[in-house]
Nanobody
Framework: QVQLVESGGGLVQPGGSLTLSCVAS????????IGWFRQAPGKEREAVSC????????DYRDAVKGRFTISRDNDKKTVTLQMNSLKPEDTGVYYC?????????????????WGRGTQVTVSS
């Protein structure tokens, strides 16, 4: 079955960096879009970034543009979210998600399959 496992979260000071990874299994990774989402305490889950299945088209929410970079390695079935210049408002549980339908290029953020998340805390 579809499985997504996130890792790389932790505690970092403002201005610091973290690299999140999402390792996939159980499906034809190359043909699936991947999205990253986050949920802060007491807030709704929000989209962060996505990467398309074929040509690696990427999209980002405005708040992270220029600071976060998403990439994928189809051979390793892994998507990476490089997060730089982190701010306290980036704190939350980060989830990766996937879907067999085209999502990223169409600006759609409804995904069928989800990982369990990794905690990111930005605090001094």
């Amino acid at each position: 079955q579809v499985q997504l496992v996130e890792s790389g979260g932790g505690l970092v000071q403002p201005g610091g960096s973290l690299t999140l990874s999402c390792v996939a299994s159980g499906f034809a990774f190359f043909w699936y879009d991947i999205g990253w989402f986050r949920q802060a305490p007491g807030k709704e889950r929000e989209a962060v970034s996505c990467i398309s299945r074929d040509d690696g088209f990427a999209d980002y929410r405005d708040a992270v543009k220029g600071r976060f970079t998403i990439s994928r390695d189809n051979d390793k079935k892994t998507v990476t979210l490089q997060m730089n210049s982190l701010k306290p408002e980036d704190t939350g549980v980060y989830y990766c998600a996937t879907d067999g339908r085209p999502r990223c290029k169409d600006g759609l953020w409804e995904y069928d399959y989800w990982g369990r998340g990794t905690q990111v805390t930005v605090s001094s």
